[in-house]
């Protein structure tokens, strides 16, 4: 039987705007570094209880040609429930399915091209 997996949950992931401020939608606690720590708390605190000590926050920039984006990404990871598990299964199972019946054809095709071959060279000497 298949391990469960982890999730991702994502929290939040957001691009700074021109100045690099974050809007941290309806919390809208922008500016002073108290409004901003009122803004993660509210974030932190969306959490279950069980992922926060988990959790994790993430402040990065990426370089695109000549303009510099800063994010800000918060996520935890939880335990694969028992829907996402059976889905993924069934997923699984298909893709190895359409695997298998994947080489099943290739094989039916070498098979045709090797006898085509055979036929060409054996009658041919």
């Known amino acids: 039987m298949a391990s469960r997996k982890k999730v991702l949950e994502r929290v939040l992931l957001q691009r700074g705007d021109e ?4 809007y941290f939608g309806s919390l809208n606690h922008e500016g002073s570094l108290l409004k901003v ?8 605190e969306s959490i279950p209880d069980e992922y926060r000590d988990n959790a994790m926050c993430y402040i990065y920039q990426e370089d695109d040609y ?5 994010f800000i990404k918060v996520f935890y990871y ?5 829907q996402e598990y059976n889905e ?7 893709r190895a399915y359409a695997g298998e019946a994947e080489y099943r054809k290739q094989e039916e095709a070498d098979r045709a091209l090797y006898e085509t071959l055979k036929k060409r060279f054996e009658g041919g000497a």
């Not at 100045?19 to 974050?22: E, K, R, V, Y």
């Not at 993924?88 to 298909?94: G, K, P, Q, S, T």
């Open 19 to 22: 100045d690099g401020q974050f």
């Open 88 to 94: 993924r299964m069934i997923r699984e199972a298909e």
């Open 78 to 82: 939880r335990d694969e429930t028992n």
């Open 66 to 70: 000549d303009r510099k984006d800063v």
């Open 37 to 44: 720590t009122k803004s993660l708390l509210a974030i932190l």
